[in-house]
C-alpha cells in the first residue's frame, strides 16, 4: 500500500496519541505485547494496554483504519478481526459523520453513475464534494439497481446478477445465479429485499418473482440465499400482490413492503428474517384526506410510512415495531407547486429533524421549523435514486 505524504503525517500523528515517553529512571518501557517492536519499526514499544489502543480504533473512519493497518502487525491482526468489524460497526451506527449518501443514476445516455457523498455535508454545503465509485460490476446494458442497504453493506442487481458488495473496504461477493422459474405464464418483475438476521448471525437477500399466469391469475415464488452459502432456498409464496418493483425496508430484523390485500386494500406485509414468516403490520389513521401514493422507508432506525395526499405529504414514524399506538405523525411537508403531488421520498433526518428529501425530482433539505426547502447542488442529469450507508469494515466475502 502506498501511503501519500498527507496520510503519513495523519498516521503518525494518530500513533503518537498512542505512545508516552517513558520516565528516565525506567532502563525499559513496557509495551503492548511480550515481544518488543523491530528495529526501524513505525511504531515505537507503547505502554498502552491493547484493550486500550482497540477502544482508540474502533472509533475512527474506515479510511484511516485503512491506513492504519499498516503501522504494525499487532494493529493489522486487530483491525482484520471480525470481531473488531462488529465492534466498529456498533460505533459507526450512534456516529453521524460516518454516514454516506449515495446517489445511483443513468444518464440521458443510459450510462450508470454512482456519486458518494459524505452525509453531513449534504445538510450543511449547497454544493457538497463527491467521489464517483466503482461498481464492482460494470454492464451498461442493463441499469444497475441497488435494492438494499444494511450494516455498510448494499445489495445491488444488474441484469441477471446480484452481488453484495461494501464500497468502504471495496469487497463485494457475487450470489449464485439464480434461474427464473417458469410457472406457466409471464413474467413481470422481481421484488428484492436485503438485510440482517440475529438468529442466525447472517445476512439475507430474499427475491420475489411474479407472473400472470393463464386467466390473469397472479403467482409468485420467493427464494432466500444465506449470504456465506451457495445456493438459494424456495420458501413459502409471498401471501399478497407486490404491484411495484420496490425493495423491501429492513427494519428490527423484518423486510417490510406495501402491497394488495385479497381485500383489494393495501397492507403492509412483513417478512421476518429469522423465522421466514410473513405477517401484517398495522397502518397508522391517515384522517380523511384521500392519499395519492404511499412509500415505506427507515428513519431512525424506525419503520416510516409517507404519506402523499394532494398538497401535502404526512411522515408517520413507527418508534416500537408492530405497535399501533406507536405511530406518531413527525412532519407535513407542503407541496411548493399545487399542480403537482409532492412524490415524496425520505432519505435521511438529522438530530435537528432537518429532513433530506427527494422532493420533486430534486435532491434537498427540507426544514419544518421554517418550513423552508434547500435544494442541494448535485451535478447529475437523468433518472436517480438515493440510498444512505453507514462505514463499515464487514466483508461480504466472510
Not at 28 to 49: A, D, H, K, R, T
Not at 62 to 90: E, Y
Request: proline share 6%.
Amino acid at each position: 500500500m502506498v501511503v501519500s505524504s498527507g496520510e503519513s503525517g495523519e498516521i503518525n500523528d494518530f500513533v503518537s496519541l498512542t505512545k508516552m515517553q517513558p520516565p528516565k529512571n525506567l532502563t525499559s518501557p513496557p509495551s503492548l505485547s511480550s515481544s518488543s517492536n523491530p528495529p526501524g519499526s513505525l511504531v515505537p514499544e507503547q505502554i498502552l494496554p491493547l484493550e486500550i489502543v482497540e477502544e482508540i480504533l474502533c472509533r475512527l473512519p474506515v479510511k484511516l483504519l485503512s491506513q492504519l493497518r499498516c503501522v504494525c502487525k499487532s494493529w493489522n491482526s486487530l483491525i482484520s478481526d471480525p470481531k473488531f468489524a462488529k465492534k466498529h460497526l456498533r460505533y459507526s451506527h450512534k456516529d453521524f459523520t460516518r454516514f454516506h449518501l449515495l446517489l445511483n443514476f443513468m444518464n440521458p445516455s443510459c450510462e450508470n453513475y454512482l456519486l458518494d457523498y459524505f452525509l453531513p455535508s449534504s445538510f450543511n454545503d449547497i454544493t457538497p464534494a463527491t467521489t464517483d465509485l466503482r461498481y464492482p460490476l460494470i454492464n451498461q446494458e442493463y441499469f444497475l439497481s441497488i435494492a438494499g442497504s444494511c450494516d455498510g453493506f448494499l445489495y445491488s442487481t444488474i441484469g441477471r446478477s446480484f452481488i453484495v458488495w461494501n464500497p468502504s473496504i471495496k469487497k463485494s461477493k457475487m450470489l449464485p445465479s439464480l434461474e427464473i422459474p417458469s410457472l406457466g405464464g409471464i413474467s413481470t418483475k422481481i421484488n428484492h429485499g436485503f438485510g440482517y438476521d440475529h438468529l442466525s448471525d447472517r445476512y439475507k437477500v430474499v427475491s420475489i418473482f411474479h407472473y400472470i399466469c393463464d386467466g390473469g391469475r397472479l403467482r409468485n415464488q420467493v427464494h432466500v440465499h444465506t449470504l456465506g452459502s451457495d445456493s438459494w432456498r424456495r420458501i413459502e409464496d409471498f401471501p399478497y400482490v407486490l404491484l411495484l418493483n420496490t425493495f423491501g425496508i429492513f427494519v428490527s430484523g423484518t423486510l417490510n413492503w406495501f402491497a394488495l390485500a385479497s381485500n383489494d386494500s393495501w397492507a403492509i406485509v412483513s417478512f421476518h428474517l429469522g423465522k421466514e414468516s410473513y405477517q401484517e403490520i398495522s397502518q397508522p389513521d391517515y384522517g380523511d384526506e384521500s392519499l395519492v401514493t404511499k412509500d415505506l422507508t427507515v428513519l431512525r432506525d424506525c419503520l416510516c410510512v409517507v404519506a402523499d395526499k394532494k398538497t401535502v405529504s404526512d411522515i408517520w414514524l413507527m418508534k416500537e415495531y408492530g405497535i399501533q399506538e406507536s405511530w406518531t405523525k413527525l412532519f407535513r411537508v407542503t407541496c411548493e407547486d399545487p399542480k403537482t403531488h409532492p412524490l415524496t421520498l425520505v432519505i435521511y433526518i438529522s438530530k435537528d429533524d432537518e429532513l433530506l428529501l427527494n422532493y420533486q425530482y430534486k435532491v434537498g433539505v427540507y426544514n419544518p421549523r421554517n418550513v423552508t426547502f434547500k435544494t442541494l447542488l448535485f451535478q447529475y442529469e437523468g433518472f436517480i435514486t438515493p440510498w444512505v450507508y453507514v462505514e463499515s469494515l464487514l466483508s461480504p466475502c466472510s
